[in-house]
Each structure stands twice: as structure tokens, then as C-alpha cells.
């Protein structure tokens, strides 16, 4: 059945270039807005605690930019008070609770759900109650699914890193395990989402698993965008999502 999947593009690595030298280029907000338009669904931005890529500066503008453009802004953020009083401040369209720790290079694993359910659940309906739709990145495992519904989330964004690293012919398995938990997550009124490591291949493969409605997709994007420019990657990859789910 022909479904039209969402693209959330994240543009937390043009800052990580941006960074580098201290300056003011490459803009990720400028990047925010030739992804929409080139045509994402929506931005993504992870403001990490130790503000490593993505500044506060640029979470004003880049929600000021979304708004403008009519596009969503998915705010990625731990779990943590000054967190939590940054995106009730801005009222993100979605805020996904991610795990953080400061020695990761990336995302490293879902969120812990099943077993903190009384740190997370306040701060699930903090965000709600401000109008953010609550999305929590989790590995696809029935546990985390029941407890992301327990919780109060509207959304769960499925962990794909570890399907990703795995060689080509040997992705079965953890195929298998996210097909089951979106469709655990969906019977539980939950929508479901997918993001990590992505690339045209992996981005494609997991869109067989029709319950899925949203891919997020940042560091590919960003590195492909060195060889052909941000625009044509980001077109290359709506293409490859369509023809995934025609
Ligand atoms: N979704 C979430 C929740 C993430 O933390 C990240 C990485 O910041 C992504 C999606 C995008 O992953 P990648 O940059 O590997 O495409």
C-alpha cells in the first residue's frame, strides 16, 4: 500500500563543522532552511548538555525558522530539569527524550524507560500539557514499548544504530525485532517513528515495516551533502522513501 513517509532531517553536525573553528559557518539554521526547501517534513536538533554541536542560540532560531515555515521542530533532549525548562520555554512542535552521556560520540542505545517510569512520566506530561507531542527514542523491545506507553507518549522513535552497523545479509534478526515493536507499539496507539544511522539502503529497508510514518536522518545526510550539496541529498533521499513505499 502506497504511504507517504515523513522526513525529519537533522542538522546537528553542520554545527558540529560550525564548531570547529568557533565561528558562524556553516549555519546550521541556513541548513534548516534549505532542507525545507528541499523538501523535509520536518528539522531535528539535539541540544546536548554539553552544548557539543547544537547551541541555545540556535534552538531560538531554529524554532523561530519552523515556525515561520510552517515545518516542525523535533528538540532531541535528555532527560533533565534544565532540559525540560529549555523546551517548555520554546514549546517545540515534538520533544524526544533521549539517553545522553557525556563520553558517547552519538546516541548510544534507546532511552530506559521500563524501570524509571516515575522520572520520565512528569516530565512526558510537563511537555504535553506545554503542546510538545512526546516522542521517547527506545530500542525495540517489547519492555521499552510498554513503558513508553505507560508513560504517556504519544510517539516512539525506534533506535535503528545497531540494525544499521550490522553487515548486509545479517540484519534479520534485529529486522525482526523492530518489525515486532512497531507493531506492539502501534496496537498501543502509539506512532511510530525510526531514526539512526540511516542511509539510502537501511532508510528503504526499514520502510517495509509498515507501521512506521516517520524516518529521522541526520550524519548521512550531512556527509552526503559534502559530495552532491545538502538539497540533492535530501531530494535523493525522499526518493528513495518513495519508491521504498509505493
Ligand atoms: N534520532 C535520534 C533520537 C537521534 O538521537 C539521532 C542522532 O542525533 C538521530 C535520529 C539521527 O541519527 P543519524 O545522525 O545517525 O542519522
Keep these: 500500500m502506497t504511504r507517504r513517509v515523513r522526513l525529519g532531517v537533522n542538522i546537528d553536525h553542520v554545527a558540529t563543522v560550525r ?6 559557518h556553516p549555519d546550521p539554521v541556513r541548513a534548516a ?9 520536518g528539522i531535528t536538533a539535539h541540544l546536548r548538555e554539553d552544548r557539543r554541536h547544537i547551541t541555545d542560540a540556535d534552538i531560538t532560531a531554529l524554532t523561530d525558522l519552523c515556525r515561520r515555515a510552517g515545518r516542525p521542530l523535533n528538540l532531541e533532549m535528555a532527560v533533565t530539569d534544565e532540559m525540560l525548562a529549555i523546551a517548555l520555554r520554546h514549546r517545540p512542535h515534538a520533544a524526544c527524550l533521549v539517553p545522553e552521556r557525556r563520553e558517547e560520540v552519538t546516541t548510544e542505545g534507546g532511552l530506559a524507560v521500563a524501570g524509571h517510569e516515575a522520572r520520565i512520566a512528569p516530565v512526558a506530561r510537563a511537555l504535553a500539557e506545554a503542546g510538545s507531542r512526546v516522542s521517547l527514542f527506545i530500542e525495540p523491545s517489547p519492555e521499552q514499548v510498554a513503558a513508553a506507553a505507560a508513560v ?5 522513535e525506534f533506535h535503528t544504530g545497531r540494525y544499521c552497523h550490522l553487515p548486509v545479509g545479517g540484519r534479520d534478526a534485529e529486522f525482526a525485532r523492530l518489525a515486532a ?9 502509539l506512532e511510530v517513528h525510526a531514526g539512526h544511522g540511516l542511509d539510502y539502503d537501511t532508510a528503504r529497508e526499514v520502510l517495509a515495516i509498515p507501521e512506521i510514518v516517520e524516518l529521522n536522518i541526520g550524519h548521512f545526510l550531512i556527509g552526503e551533502a559534502v559530495f552532491v550539496g545538502l538539497g540533492p541529498a535530501i531530494r535523493a533521499m525522499r526518493q528513495a522513501m518513495d519508491e521504498a513505499t509505493a
Excluded: F, P
Design 33 to 41: 532552511q534549505e532542507a525545507i526547501g528541499a523538501g523535509a517534513d
Design 181 to 189: 515493536a512497531a507493531k506492539q507499539a502501534h496496537a498501543a496507539g
Design 19 to 24: 564548531n570547529a573553528r568557533g565561528g558562524v
Design 152 to 156: 504517556g507518549a504519544q510517539v516512539v
